[in-house]
């Protein structure tokens, strides 16, 4: 694999990618079912393009997501209403699915970043 493409889409363990990308499957899914179902019985090749991309991209966008949130937030821990905590986290689980596009390539270049320097060490 081209050190580029594994220090960058390889730069998140396993397991946190596919944890991510399973997330990004049922955003994806919530998506095309509304879309599907919504009066239309089917969906635009490009609205299947952009679920496709956002899907792929989600977890690099959750990972700058996570990684900002943890800067900001720290090892604090909040008490609220479990109701409450997840509707915020599917509200934000959402946002980063649709604005992955945007978001991702921050992360990938962190991680590019990241992995250069440590191999340089």
Known sequence: MHPIIQKTFGGLSAQYYARQFIFGLIVSAFIYYMSTHGGKNE??????????????????????????????????????NAILMLIVKFITMTICWAFSVFIAPVGLVYLYYHHSKTEIQ
């Open 43 to 80: 969906i635009q090749n490009g609205t299947l393009v952009f679920i496709l991309i956002n899907t792929l991209l989600y977890p690099y966008a959750r990972f700058v997501y996570e990684s900002v949130m943890n800067f900001f937030l720290g090892e604090n821990v909040f008490l609220v």
